[in-house]
């Protein structure tokens, strides 16, 4: 039953954004056909690839589909959590050309919206449930792993690198280099 309503959207609506992002997430810029997309999930087998084309399945399906078709999206999204350990949450509206540098423990809040080219690596954790909040993040950013990016209203510019281990709770112009310093301290024993 799951197949008829995903059949039936991709029949049914307008999918130039889908195809777009697929296009350069999962074909490598060449151009989609069917069995380009088939062949290319079955013969890499790339995590993150097969996550990437549910996910951008599932968030077009949550964003624009009838409520069957949010349902299955939400069925969709409950596995990819379980098999990949990430949780880009349905609605978070992301640019084309998403990179998930190492797939794992990736959390992304739903109030959250991503421009094109993000590279994201493990541990990352860009907004929180419990407060109202909208973040947004430019083109061409970078974050770096185990990073944690929360607060308010918050807008990190275009063309940004954020370090790893870094802390971010206020805006971040274009062209900048973020990093929380940190110092270690080491004792001894006797």
Same mark, same amino acid.
């Given at each position: 039953?799951?197949?008829?309503? @995903?059949?039936?959207?991709?029949?049914? *609506?307008?999918?130039?954004?889908?195809?777009?992002?697929? +296009?350069?997430?999962?074909?490598?810029?060449?151009?989609?056909?069917?069995?380009? @997309?088939? %062949?290319?999930?079955? %013969?890499?087998?790339? $995590?993150?690839?097969?996550?990437?084309?549910?996910?951008?399945?599932?968030?077009?399906?949550?964003?624009?589909?009838? #409520? &069957?078709?949010?349902?299955?999206? +939400?069925?969709?999204? %409950?596995?990819?959590?379980?098999?990949?350990?990430?949780?880009?949450?349905?609605? #978070?509206?992301?640019? %084309? /050309?998403?990179?998930?540098?190492?797939?794992?423990?990736? !959390?992304? /809040?739903? /109030?959250?919206?991503?421009?094109?080219?993000?590279?994201?690596?493990?541990?990352?954790?860009?907004?929180?449930? *419990?407060? $109202?909040?909208?973040? @947004?993040?430019?083109?061409?950013?970078?974050?770096?792993?185990?990073?944690?990016?929360?607060?308010?209203?918050?807008?990190?510019?275009?063309?940004?690198?954020?370090?790893?281990? #870094?802390?971010? &709770?206020?805006?971040? $112009?274009? &062209?900048? !280099?973020?990093?929380?310093?940190?110092?270690?301290?080491?004792?001894? /024993?006797?």
């Amino acid at each position: 039953m799951k197949y008829i309503h @995903i059949i039936k959207f991709l029949l049914t *609506h307008d999918l130039t954004f889908l195809k777009e992002c697929w +296009k350069a997430e999962i074909t490598n810029g060449k151009k989609i056909t069917f069995y380009r @997309i088939l %062949k290319s999930y079955i %013969k890499t087998r790339d $995590p993150r690839k097969i996550y990437l084309f549910w996910w951008r399945l599932a968030n077009q399906m949550y964003l624009h589909g009838n #409520s &069957n078709q949010k349902r299955v999206a +939400k069925r969709i999204q %409950k596995k990819l959590v379980i098999k990949f350990g990430i949780e880009i949450m349905l609605g #978070s509206k992301i640019g %084309k /050309n998403l990179k998930l540098g190492h797939p794992y423990c990736i !959390t992304i /809040n739903e /109030n959250v919206t991503i421009g094109e080219n993000l590279i994201i690596h493990q541990n990352v954790t860009i907004g929180c449930s *419990h407060e $109202p909040m909208h973040i @947004i993040i430019g083109d061409n950013v970078c974050i770096g792993a185990n990073s944690l990016i929360i607060g308010g209203e918050i807008t990190i510019g275009n063309n940004v690198k954020i370090g790893a281990m #870094s802390f971010v &709770n206020k805006d971040v $112009p274009d &062209n900048c !280099t973020v990093y929380t310093q940190k110092t270690n301290t080491i004792i001894q /024993n006797n």
